[in-house]
C-alpha cells in the first residue's frame, strides 16, 4: 500500500467585494425582477393577440427609441468615467461627468416625453389596447427612474465621494441595462 500524504488545499481566493452598498444592490435586483416580470407578463398577453400587439407596435417612434438607446449607454459610459475619476480623486472631471451623464438622461426624458405627447395626442392610451398598457407602465416606470438617477447623480456629484458616485453609476447601469431589455420586447418584436 502506498503511503499517502494528505496536502491541504490553497486557501480560497477571497472574492473582491461588491462594488457600492448591499442596499443598492438589493434595490437594483429587485428593480431587475419587476421589470423582469412586467416584460414577461407582457410577452405572455402578446400571445393572446400577436396581431393587435403587432398593430399597435407599429405605432411606436421606433427611430426615437434608437436614439434614446444612444444616450442612454453613451450617458452610462460617461457614469463610469466618473467613477474612476472619483477614485482618483478627481473632483471637477467627476462633477463634469455627472453633468453629462445627467444631461443625457434629461435628453431621454425630453425624447420620451415627446413621444407620450404624439401617442396622447393621437388618441391612444393605457386602455386603447393591451400593449399601451403595457408600454405606458413599463416605459413610463423606467422614466421615473431615469428621473431619479439624474437626482442621484445630483446628490452624489455635489458631495463628490467615490462609493456614491460608484453606487449611483451603478443605479444608472441597471437602467441602462432595463433599457437594453425594453427597447427588443417593447419597440422590436412581433
Known amino acids: 500500500m502506498q503511503d499517502q500524504t494528505l496536502v491541504a488545499p490553497p486557501p480560497e481566493a477571497e472574492a473582491p467585494p461588491l462594488p457600492g452598498d448591499l442596499m443598492m444592490w438589493i434595490l437594483i435586483i429587485s428593480e431587475l425582477l419587476v421589470f423582469g416580470a412586467g416584460l414577461a407578463a407582457m410577452m405572455a398577453v402578446r400571445l393572446s393577440d400577436p396581431a393587435g400587439f403587432a398593430a399597435a407596435q407599429d405605432l411606436l417612434h421606433r427611430g426615437a427609441a434608437g436614439l434614446n438607446t444612444l444616450v442612454l449607454v453613451t450617458s452610462g459610459l460617461l457614469a463610469a468615467l466618473a467613477t474612476r475619476a472619483a477614485f482618483e480623486g478627481r473632483a471637477a472631471r467627476v462633477r463634469l461627468l455627472l453633468a453629462g451623464a445627467a444631461a443625457l438622461g434629461l435628453v431621454f426624458l ?16 393605457t386602455e386603447s389596447h393591451a400593449f399601451f398598457t403595457f408600454y405606458y407602465l413599463l416605459t413610463g416606470f423606467h422614466a421615473a427612474h431615469v428621473a431619479a438617477g439624474i437626482l442621484l447623480f445630483a446628490v452624489v456629484g455635489w458631495r463628490c465621494w467615490p462609493a456614491g458616485v460608484e453606487m449611483a453609476a451603478a443605479f444608472w447601469h441597471m437602467v441602462d441595462l432595463v433599457w437594453v431589455l425594453i427597447l427588443p420586447v417593447v419597440y422590436l418584436l412581433s
Not at 425630453?110 to 392610451?125: N, Q
Open 110 to 125: 425630453i425624447v420620451k416625453g415627446s413621444e407620450f405627447r404624439d401617442l396622447a395626442s393621437a388618441g391612444i392610451s
